[in-house]
């Protein structure tokens, strides 16, 4: 049964550092790419950030470039997003998603991926 567990939200002042970690399990990991992404209330959800399966390749949203780093440790498979300089418009529930097609190119968008987990919630609010 595939898996994806997401931790580390919480609320953080702006300015502040989260990392958030997705914890896999019931596939293969290293065959998939995992996306990170977030939907805050009355919006659609946005890929912010996705890492390919094979050559690690990341791709970022604009909105978070320079201050969010994707990572994967696929020996632990772990899948981490450390987030710097948070903005309050960074609140949002972030969610951990496998894409539906291993080894597939990488596309940053909700409709390629087709196992999410259950979210943590950021808040950044002084």
């Known amino acids: 049964q595939v898996q994806l567990v997401e931790s580390g939200g919480g609320l953080v002042q702006p300015g502040g550092s989260l990392r958030l970690s997705c914890a896999t399990s019931?596939?293969?990991?290293?065959?998939?790419?995992i996306g990170w992404f977030r939907q805050a209330p009355g919006k659609e959800r946005e890929g912010i950030s996705c890492i390919s399966s094979n050559d690690g390749i990341t791709v970022y949203a604009d909105s978070v470039k320079g201050r969010f780093t994707i990572s994967r440790d696929n020996s632990k498979k772990m899948v981490y997003l450390q987030m710097n300089s948070l903005k309050s418009e960074d609140t949002a529930r972030y969610y951990c998603a496998r894409a539906s097609i291993p080894w597939g190119s990488l596309r940053c968008r909700p409709s390629a991926f087709g196992s999410w987990g259950q979210g943590t919630q950021v808040t950044v609010s002084s």
């Open positions: 019931g596939f293969t990991l290293d065959y998939y790419s």
